[in-house]
């Protein structure tokens, strides 16, 4: 009997010291569906839709961040209960940190295209029909099973040396978004700009990639700055009232990341 009581007060001591442990740690995850996430702490990269849909959570508080990265960062160290991403940077991001998991109902569906300056028709059409071109002859699958799936190599886009280049295209875009688009050394690689070196194949010109925030893209095809604008940009009404968009080049979703348990 004495035993037993014990035993009982030792396990009562190493619960309360694991509480105790937790308390002072990281917090343990609450969020489990799309539906805890009412009155929770958000991140998200600012200018994103993620960031968009994050502000539309019911009570929910929407820190900003800079790059998806930070906002990964935060969550980690438990000033944040979940970060809505895209979902390729967000299983690039959980590769790379075992704390964190993916929930597994997509948070919203959402399709990229490459936006360029409104009235720019001319430039608008001789991009569509190489995105046409480059879907139809397997080009665009074959770039990207080199950065997307258990085969991914990546490998890089080589441009085609015989083609005749005129002028140059000048791609805005935010390095933050791998495999889409990231830094490597220093050089910016992922799908996104392998397809558009692919497309200027297509429509002859020298392609030329521009780094900055994500929140700057727009504006920077709207200015000039930049001919278009290629950073898994998802097509939405209030962007489409400033720029112009192709056709979609992939079907992509946001997702849930979280601590795990």
């Known amino acids: 009997m004495k035993k037993t ?13 694991a509480v105790s442990l937790t308390a002072c740690g990281t917090p343990a995850n609450t969020v489990f569906s799309a539906d805890d996430l009412k009155g929770k702490k958000i991140g998200a990269q600012l200018g ?43 299983k690039a991001f959980v590769a790379k940190n075992d704390t964190l998991k993916i929930l597994d109902d997509p948070f919203a ?44 190599d990546q490998k890089s886009y080589t441009p085609d040396d015989s083609v005749e280049r005129d002028g140059t295209l000048v791609m805005a875009t935010n390095a933050e978004f791998p495999p889409y688009e ?35 893209i727009i504006a920077a095809v709207q200015s000039g700055k930049a001919d278009v604008g290629v950073a898994g940009m998802t097509v939405t009404p209030d962007r ?15 997702v849930i990341i979280v601590r795990k348990d």
């Open 109 to 152: 569906e959402e399709e990229y295209a490459i936006a360029y300056k409104k009235g720019n028709d001319e430039l608008g059409q001789k991009l569509d029909d190489a995105l046409t071109k480059l879907k139809e002859d397997g080009t665009l699958d074959e770039i990207v099973s080199h950065w997307i799936g258990d085969n991914a």
């Open 240 to 254: 489409e009232e400033n720029v112009s968009f192709t056709q979609g080049y992939a079907t992509t979703t946001q």
């Open 182 to 216: 990231s830094v490597d050394g220093e050089t910016i690689v992922g799908v996104d700009v392998d397809m558009m070196q692919a497309v200027c194949d297509e429509i002859g010109m020298e392609l030329k990639v521009e780094n900055m925030e994500f929140d700057s």
């Open 5 to 17: 009581t014990k035993a009982i007060a030792l396990l009562a001591a190493s619960t309360m010291l």
């Open 48 to 90: 994103t839709t993620g960031y968009v849909y994050a502000g539309d959570v019911e009570d929910a508080t929407v820190e900003p961040y800079n790059k998806g990265a930070d906002a990964v960062q935060a969550l980690k160290q438990g000033k944040l209960d979940a970060v809505i991403i895209d979902s390729e940077p967000a």
